[in-house]
């Protein structure tokens, strides 16, 4: 039984953790919607926020796999012995419900970034499109004015 409580301390102290790094997140979700909302957006700081992120999401990957192993081992002994347990239960009820709200603030916040990020996107497709246009127009007209050149002398010369 012994076990079973340094396990379910274990356990708070994940979701602890958990907690923070969801936090960590949420910050670089925060950071990159700052560099969104930028006139002209940082692409090498949000390629890095992107990459300090990933690292986050690999911790709490990690945090979560080892609160499963660690619920696996003592779920049965928490259902057999409730009352035994009742306050860390709560302690960790408390920790998940804060974890769930974080979740969706993380949720909203991703949300709005793609949406910024897929207006981001379409406005240089367009930046890029105008761009080819113009200078496909430009090589058209040249070619034309150079074309031009050759058939004006062309008939100068077969006039003489």
């Given at each position: 039984?012994?076990?079973?409580?340094?396990?379910?301390?274990?356990?708070?102290?994940?979701?602890?953790?958990?907690?923070?790094?969801?936090?960590?997140?949420?910050?670089?979700?925060?950071?990159?919607?700052?560099?969104?909302?930028?006139?002209?957006v940082d692409l090498d700081r949000f390629g890095d926020l992107i990459d300090e992120k990933q690292k986050?999401?690999?911790?709490?990957?990690l945090l979560d796999t080892g609160f499963e192993k660690l619920f696996e081992r003592v779920k049965e002994e928490i259902q057999i012995h409730r009352d035994q347990y009742?306050?860390?239960?709560?302690?960790?009820?408390g920790l998940i419900?804060?974890?769930?709200?974080?979740?969706?603030?993380l949720q909203t916040s991703e949300l709005r970034n793609k949406a910024r990020f897929e207006q981001y996107s379409a406005n240089k497709k367009k930046e890029i499109?105008?761009?080819k246009m113009n200078n496909a127009g430009a090589?058209?007209?040249?070619?034309?004015m150079a074309n031009q050149h050759q058939g004006q002398s062309?008939?100068?010369?077969?006039?003489?």
């Open positions: 039984m012994d076990n079973n409580s340094t396990y379910i301390q274990v356990m708070i102290q994940s979701l602890n953790r958990k907690k923070e790094v969801l936090e960590k997140i949420i910050e670089c979700t925060q950071d990159q919607e700052l560099v969104l909302r930028e006139e002209e986050w999401i690999e911790q709490l990957n009742q306050v860390e239960i709560k302690q960790m009820q419900k804060e974890l769930t709200d974080l979740g969706v603030v499109r105008a761009f090589s058209r007209y040249y070619q034309n062309y008939f100068l010369d077969k006039k003489k």
